[in-house]
């Protein structure tokens, strides 16, 4: 039937293809069943995925909660709004996702939970907001109802203002319905007194009317905070036990879909044997018959590549034959390949060399652009740090400032010129204090700036400076201030590095107690990081939970100690711009604290630009 090679090779390429299309038709049925199962697969993974996230993320979200009301972080307002919008954006993206009728049935309640979540939350840190501000009203209030009182001298009111002030702290301490009662019966005892007494004048009276005003809408804030709070914790409990619900119905889909793709998997791999056991059968047969007439053209195609492979691209096929013979036909389009490759390839060399060039420049240009972007992010964080820090603790002169006006202006058109003098003395009181608070803000400000450029200098000779800076205030607390010996040399700016030694030791001298060999010790040690400066004291000490706290902005462990709370911020930024970081070490109380910083290695080329 096949007499020539040709109608042979033809004949069982027909067979072979034949054998080919049926394995590679059932292989694509099974291959788009496998598609359709693996897609509705991912589409679970990622659903349940998803889901997974939400959890962690309301899990999350549940501790910067507390973390708010305990104001136990500064910045967890601001983590928990961020939570918040990224659980609204996967819940939002899970509605989008195709799945389960049992999952995305739930999602609309999980939504409404979530608004309700929030809703709640915003009110409980409302109500929260104003709470602090009426009790900053009722301080206010009872301050000037109690001043007005004493300025009466009349010692039969001293009792009742003894009583209210125990009833005041008691509220203040844990805010009771019983607690209110009784403020508002001292109050009308009070005025039945005074007015017995003829001592109730209008501005007295304005001022318990005020204080009892006050006290009931602090009372009604409580009352809504702790029946919003039983609400809030209801629809947490709610929308935990509903996510938690939908993520199992998420894992029971996603067995099931590994198990129906399991299937398929089994049953593509027996027929995807059997269609490979025909085809190399069928594919024997055509080398047994035409290996005679194509072993030798072949052998010459194999030739020029291997030649080409082990890097020889001179290589040409040279096989005589007819020219319409297909395997010549290939050799000698290999040849016409392998020149026009040849020239292809000088091309390519000369724009591979132009695009490395090009790519080295972007990477370059990437990698300052990074830098400039990480820079940017620091700055704009320790910005946000600092204007909160600076609005926060500038309130509180100025709301002095502003009660105090309000006084002054009743007492001059009243005419009492005693009264009128210690409110323009109160004013003045916190407008000088809000003039050092911007004074010392000014100063934290210019730290970031060198004022000279790093210089190699012995540390123990700056250490030493710095405790001639500081001798007097020393010697007025009997504190005896040693610099070990051995420090090494740092590059850095002299002044500002003595700068923040003499800021340690003030600080140092400040809290050493009732020390009877008050002793203060200025030191380094080796560690596999470099070395670590220290200033040491046996003075009051610090507990573990204050460690960090201490270096904030406007931070004093002890209200009562002189100055604004900006030594040790300003030491962690001197230390920062040198690329080093601070930290305290103290067992607590009674144990003495030890402030230990470090300093970056090569400090000619490694000083930090200004935060």
């Known amino acids: 039937m096949f007499r020539t090679i040709n109608q042979k090779f033809y004949g069982i390429l027909g067979l072979l293809a034949i054998l080919f299309s049926i394995g590679y038709a059932e292989m694509a049925y099974f291959l788009h069943k496998q598609s359709r199962v693996a897609a509705q697969g991912q589409r679970i993974v990622r659903v349940e995925r998803e889901i997974g996230t939400l959890l962690n993320l309301f899990f999350e979200m549940r501790f910067w909660e507390r973390a708010v009301f305990t104001q136990e972080f500064s910045d967890a307002e601001q983590r928990f709004g961020t939570l918040m919008a ?18 995305t049935g739930r999602l609309g309640p999980a939504s409404e939970l979530l608004r309700r ?12 907001t104003e709470h602090r501000l009426q009790r900053t009203r009722i ?36 805010p009771r319905a ?13 005025k039945a007194k005074l007015k017995q007494a003829d001592a109730l004048n209008e501005r007295l009276s304005g001022y318990l009317d005020g204080y009892g005003a006050i006290l ?45 793709a399991e299937t398929l998997r089994e049953r593509l791999s027996v027929s995807f044997l059997a269609s490979m056991a025909a085809s190399l059968l069928t594919m024997l047969l055509v080398i047994t018959l035409l290996a005679r007439n194509i072993l030798r053209p072949v052998r010459s195609v194999a030739r020029v590549i291997a030649d080409i492979k082990s890097g020889s691209m001179a290589s040409r096929f040279d096989f005589p034959g007819d020219p319409k013979d297909d395997i010549v036909m290939l050799g000698v389009t290999l040849n016409d390949m392998l020149d026009t490759l040849d020239h292809k390839n000088r091309q390519l060399l000369g724009y591979q060399e132009a695009l490395e060039a090009k790519v080295r420049e972007l990477a370059l240009r990437e990698g300052e ?93 700056i250490a030493r400076e710095a405790k001639e800076m500081v001798s007097g205030r020393m010697a007025e607390k009997n504190i005896r201030v040693e610099i070990a010996g051995n420090l090494p040399i740092v590059c850095a700016d002299r002044q500002r590095l003595r700068e923040a030694l003499e800021n340690l030791l003030d600080n140092a001298g400040k809290y050493m107690g009732t020390q009877p060999a008050p002793r203060i010790e200025i030191g380094c040690r ?41 030594g040790l911020a300003i030491v962690k930024r001197i230390v920062e711009v040198h690329g080093g970081r601070v930290w305290v070490e103290s ?25």
């Not at 979540?117 to 929260?128: G, P, V």
């Open 117 to 128: 979540y929030e809703q709640d939350f915003n009110r409980l840190m409302q109500i929260n």
């Open 139 to 174: 301080d206010s209030s009872y301050q000037s109802l109690a001043s007005s009182i004493l300025s009466i001298r009349n010692p039969v009111f001293l009792k009742s203002l003894f009583v209210l002030t125990q009833f005041q702290m008691s509220y203040a301490d844990n």
């Open 369 to 461: 652009r990074e830098a400039l972007i990480e820079a940017l992010e620091v700055k704009n964080a320790e910005l946000e740090r600092f204007t909160y820090t600076v609005s926060h603790d500038l309130k509180s002169p100025l709301i002095t400032i502003q009660g105090f006006l309000g006084f002054l202006e009743k007492d001059a058109l009243g005419g009492d010129m005693a009264r009128v003098k210690e409110d323009c003395s109160r004013i003045r009181g916190a407008a000088h204090r809000m003039q050092e608070l911007l004074n010392d803000l000014l100063e934290l400000s210019r730290i970031g700036r060198l004022i000279n450029p790093p210089e190699r200098i012995p540390f123990e000779e």
């Open 216 to 260: 009931d809408e602090d009372i009604g804030l409580v009352g809504e905070f702790a029946s919003t709070s039983m609400r809030f914790n209801e629809t947490s409990e709610a929308l935990t036990a509903l996510l938690s619900h939908i993520s199992g119905e998420a894992e029971k889909s996603l067995q099931t879909e590994f198990a129906r």
């Open 178 to 190: 019983s607690d209110y009662r009784a403020l508002q019966v001292v109050i009308e005892s009070l």
């Open 587 to 611: 067992k607590g109380a009674g144990h003495g604290s030890s402030f230990c910083f470090t300093l970056q290695g090569d400090m000619d080329s490694n000083i930090r630009e200004p935060l």
């Open 526 to 566: 080796q560690t596999d990081d470099g070395p670590v400066f220290f200033v040491r004291d046996n003075g009051m000490g610090i507990d573990p939970p204050y460690h960090s706290k201490v270096f904030g902005l406007f931070e004093k462990l002890d209200p009562s100690a002189e100055g604004a709370g900006v």
């Open 86 to 103: 990224q659980l609204k954006r996967h819940l939002a993206g899970l509605s989008d996702e195709p799945a389960d009728a049992a999952i």
